[in-house]
């Protein structure tokens, strides 16, 4: 089964109950931290890290003794990344996306495959939990390659043990989080009581609804604000799996990197319940489905 | 004409409720919310919309089936895994489409299309505080940083028409595309850090952007009593890196109540905060050269 831990607002709670349900997991677990942008599951789980690979992106490479300056490749190029001025070949690999049209329309085979760093793929262990993460290089502006290539591990590591994937997604409903959020089985929005939460949960269910995935709402911070979020919940058909109360205590351990399931009996006992949840939601889609 | 923008690296630090206070605060200036994709802003400013514009950014392709000779060439040269296989024929997921046009161009039959992509709608509007442009990606819509240019871009327009001497802007979360967009020509990034073990992380890693685009940067601490350790440790790290600390701000119940009632906090009448986010303003402003000392203040720089 693969979880995916999202929401629309940033700062709403993600991390903090991807590291918790990490924490109280039953059975064999792989994590996978696709806020590339923002990393910060490793700071909870606090997993050796084993290992890491750099990762990057095709881009153009042009053999300027081959280009016959024709000017294909600029045509059919959507992203301004390859043009030519006169005699002279220009690329923006910061502005390629990957897609090689450039490389099947040139007729003379001029364009080869450079690459483009993205940053990298981290692994490694806390206890039995394998823990994975990507970085995206500061600079790069795409994330979702790197979320790609962090999934992919993910679901290479996973298999290898028949583990279950928790994915920390990043924030927002656009590419990144789609990205992110795409093959999950089973999505979890963490939200929390405010205007702010609510008008951007709503924007995730919109953005989410299309994977056709049972998705249910997490509520951190509750009783900080108001009502509104439960209603639109009702209204919605979207179960709320768990409730997070707020606590200037659980806000003090979060601020010290500590993992509120391992702190606190009763949240250790709020996360086992909401693991429970997640597994119940699993098996009736599949049930619906079969 | 100035720009100050508003970023944080990890969302959730405060980055809007403080924005929508130095948009009660500022004077003669343009309000923009670039955080085009989870766009909060208009929240507190109820802003009235003068009008609305439609956003296309880039293509679509579009298999048409009855032209479609089922060769499957698309899927094979598709890169993005966008093509798949159906019944009769193949489809492209538009989620996973980047329209890079080259299915299109392959294609042995003509038989994809190529319509333009309708991303979402931006707003001129006017609020309390004054003009606002804002925008609304559509749900799962590519936030390639265009729409952030786009606005920004009209939002420095109109400002320069009305006079306006400041471009006030919210940013996104994160270290990517909109934020890169969002920081493009502005004068200063306000970073809204928290003390937090995130916060603290992420601070390093907006940082870092801010110097990788020789963007001047000054920092802000919000919900700063929550870690007492934590804040002195931004606050080295702010001395190390040569960041203006701006001031901080406590972790306060009142961010929720005025935004429950669509508040900027400063707004409250027992604000226990104003006075602390007057001062920050203060900073921001002699920081980014709104006000005479800082003409004072470069000449000096100059001088040395």
Redesign the interface.
């Given at each position: 089964m693969i979880v995916a831990i999202a929401s629309?607002?940033?700062?709403?709670g993600k991390?903090t109950v991807a590291a918790s349900l990490a924490a109280v997991w039953q059975g064999p677990l792989t994590t996978a931290d696709l806020?590339v942008?923002?990393p910060?599951l490793h700071?909870?789980l606090q997993a050796r890290i084993e290992g890491r690979r750099a990762m990057s992106m095709?881009v153009p490479e042009v053999d300027e003794s081959r280009c016959n300056r024709c000017g294909a490749c600029s045509d059919?190029c959507?992203?301004k990344a390859i043009s030519v001025m006169g005699e002279v070949m220009l690329t923006f690999p910061e502005m390629c996306?990957?897609?090689?049209?450039c490389m099947?329309?040139c007729p003379e085979d001029a364009i080869s495959e450079g690459a483009r760093p993205l940053g990298e793929v981290l692994w490694g262990r806390r206890g039995d939990i394998d823990c994975l993460a990507g970085r995206?290089r500061?600079?790069?502006?795409?994330?979702p390659p790197l979320i790609g290539h962090v999934k992919d591990a993910a679901e290479k590591t996973a298999a290898a043990r028949g583990a279950d994937i928790l994915y920390d997604a990043?924030?927002?409903?656009?590419?990144?989080a789609?990205k992110a959020v795409?093959g999950a089985d089973v999505i979890v929005l963490v939200t929390e009581p405010?205007?702010?939460g609510l008008?951007?949960l709503k924007?995730a269910v919109?953005?989410?609804a299309?994977f056709d995935r049972p998705m249910g709402v997490v509520v951190n911070r509750a009783g900080?604000?108001?009502g509104e979020g439960y209603e639109y919940c009702r209204q919605s058909g979207l179960p709320v799996l768990a409730e997070i109360p707020f606590t200037r205590a659980a806000?003090?351990a979060?601020?010290?990197?500590q993992i509120l399931a391992e702190v606190f009996d009763e949240h250790r006992g709020r996360f086992a319940a909401l693991a429970k949840e997640i597994r119940r939601q699993h098996a009736v889609a599949g049930e619906v489905t079969a | 004409m100035k720009e100050i923008v508003c970023i944080s690296g990890k969302g959730g630090t405060g980055k809007t409720s403080l924005t929508a206070a130095f948009s009660h605060l500022a004077e003669n200036k343009m309000i923009c919310d670039l955080d085009v994709d989870a766009p909060d802003l208009h929240l507190i400013l109820k802003p009235r919309i003068s009008t609305t514009e439609e956003f296309y950014s880039g293509n679509q392709a579009r298999i048409d089936p009855d032209r479609c000779n089922g060769c499957g060439l698309c899927e094979e040269l598709c890169r993005f895994g966008a093509v798949s296989a159906i019944e009769d024929g193949f489809e492209i997921d538009p989620l996973r489409c980047e329209g890079c046009k080259l299915c299109v161009a392959m294609c042995p039959v003509e038989a994809i299309e190529f319509p333009r992509r309708h991303c979402g709608r931006w707003f001129r509007s006017e609020s309390r505080f004054g003009p606002v442009f804002h925008a609304q990606l559509f749900p799962g819509e590519e936030n390639s940083g265009r729409m952030v240019a786009l606005l920004k871009q009209q939002a420095r327009q109109a400002a320069e028409q009305r006079d306006l001497g400041l471009v006030l802007c919210d940013g996104a979360p994160g270290i990517g595309c909109p934020v890169i967009a969002s920081l493009s020509g502005a004068d200063l990034a306000v970073i809204v850090s928290e003390p937090t073990v995130s916060g603290r992380h992420d601070l390093e890693r907006v940082a870092d952007l801010c110097d990788h685009f020789q963007m001047p940067a000054a920092v802000v601490i919000n919900k700063a009593d929550l870690n007492a350790d934590a804040c002195k440790d931004i606050e080295a790290f702010c001395v190390q890196r040569g960041l203006d600390l701006l001031g901080v701000v406590p972790h306060h119940h009142q961010f929720v109540q005025a935004m429950i009632q669509e508040k900027a906090v400063t707004e409250l009448e027992d604000s226990a905060v104003a006075d602390q986010i007057r001062r920050i303003w203060s900073g921001i402003e002699r920081r980014a050269g709104l006000t005479e000392t800082q003409s004072h203040e470069t000449t000096t720089l100059k001088e040395e």
């Open positions: 629309g607002k940033g700062g709403t991390t806020d942008e923002a910060n700071l909870f095709m059919i959507q992203f996306h990957g897609c090689g049209a099947a329309v995206l500061v600079g790069e502006a795409m994330s990043p924030p927002g409903v656009s590419c990144p789609v795409t405010t205007p702010f008008y951007d924007l919109e953005s989410f299309v900080i604000g108001t806000a003090e979060y601020s010290r990197g | -």
